[in-house]
């Protein structure tokens, strides 16, 4: 697997979207066709850090091990939260690819 994910809903939306594959239905998807819930906004976080035991041993990596964790919360329209993800990824399993532009008649 690339990634070890734990996605934290409310208990009410949490029942309802386990009842659901969850191994080939994305999350999202569950959400807003099952529950009519449309996620409009996100805040992620990335960080370097060690693979915890758990995650590791679902990964097949030594704990320890370099990753990075995305810590994510996802809101509806009215900006409640609705989903919490904690996302572990193997430093060798992540690449990050940034195009820049700059604006020359911009001043600083």
């Known amino acids: 697997p690339l990634s070890f994910q734990v996605s934290h809903l409310p208990a009410a939306i949490g029942e309802e979207a386990a009842k659901a594959d969850l191994t080939v239905t994305p ?8 529950l009519g819930i449309e996620i409009t906004a996100a805040r992620e976080t ?12 679902e990964l097949g990596c030594a704990a320890g091990a370099p990753c990075f964790r995305s810590d994510r919360v996802s809101t509806d ?9 904690r996302v572990f990824i193997p430093g060798d ?16």
């Open 46 to 57: 990335v960080s370097a850090e060690t693979l915890p035991a758990r995650a590791a041993r």
């Open 27 to 34: 999350l999202r998807h569950v959400l807003s066709f099952k």
């Open 77 to 85: 329209a009215e900006r409640r939260p609705i989903v919490y993800d």
């Open 93 to 108: 399993r992540f690449r990050i690819t940034r195009q820049l532009h700059y604006d020359r008649s911009a001043t600083a």
